[in-house]
């Protein structure tokens, strides 16, 4: 029989992966800009090469960066509307409403798997 997955794990679960994708979406947007820069170095150096060697170097580099640089993209484009989503004014709201609800959960989760007893409320 399968192990209950608990309404928190699920809530829990959804906030983290609103975070995540916060993360991917900041560390591809600093590798894209890092690419950005790489991209002038390399250019520069295209245009002082000594010889032809040098110029197929660099040439190499630059084709790497902007493969980089694209994978980069693809991953903020990928990410860019669930960002957007929890960046927005009016869902942040909702978010901070959805972590306390974590927190409720949890609570009443943890008193209905702990020791109850009833107590009486009448003698005799």
Known sequence: MAKEVKPSKHLEDFLNFLDQCAKEYQYA???MSTEDKRL???????????DKAERNRVATSLQRSRRERR?????VKLYE?????????????????????L??????EEYLRSNRTYKKRMDG
Do not use: P, Y
Not at 40 to 50: G, I, R, S, T, V
Not at 81 to 101: A, H, M, P, Y
């Open 29 to 31: 947007f600093e590798n």
């Open 40 to 50: 002038q170095d390399l250019l520069h150096e295209l245009e002082f090469a000594a």
């Open 71 to 75: 994978k980069s993209k693809d991953m």
């Open 81 to 101: 509307r669930i960002v957007k989503f929890k960046e927005d004014q009016n869902n942040r709201r909702t978010i901070n409403l959805l972590r306390q609800l």
């Open 103 to 108: 927190g409720q959960q949890r609570k009443e």
